[in-house]
């Protein structure tokens, strides 16, 4: 695998977690149900998988698009292939990203 695939890997890993979440209480919820011990706390529940489905698809597409525009738009890589992190304030006020791969900071233009 090469080191841009297991950085996809790795961005995609939370979204797939929130997914199996989603179904795990999917498959959990109704036989909770069945329980009466465990049906009041089944019904406070019962949003839960589609709140998981919900955040796993956000964040799998927020994935794809920082993906896509690493790879063919504004070029937010840094010259070690790296994808770079959000903006934040950096020292004497400027906004800088910084590279998880190697540490690097780059700034803002202008």
């Given at each position: 695998m090469r080191r841009w695939d297991g950085k996809a890997v790795r961005?995609?890993?939370?979204?797939?977690?929130?997914?199996?979440?989603a179904y795990a209480s999917s498959l959990v919820l109704p036989q909770w149900q069945?329980?009466?011990?465990?049906?009041?706390?089944?019904s406070l529940l019962g949003w839960l998988p589609y709140v998981a489905?919900?955040?796993?698809?956000?964040?799998?597409a927020w994935v794809s698009v920082r993906l896509w525009r690493?790879?063919?738009?504004?070029?937010?890589?840094?010259?070690?292939g790296g994808l770079l992190g959000s903006e934040r304030r950096g020292r004497r006020g400027a906004w800088v990203r910084r590279c998880p791969a190697c540490g690097r900071q780059w700034k803002r233009p202008g």
């Open positions: 961005a995609y890993l939370p979204a797939v977690f929130a997914l199996g979440v069945a329980d009466p011990a465990r049906a009041g706390m089944a489905l919900a955040i796993a698809a956000a964040m799998g690493a790879q063919y738009g504004t070029g937010l890589v840094c010259e070690c």
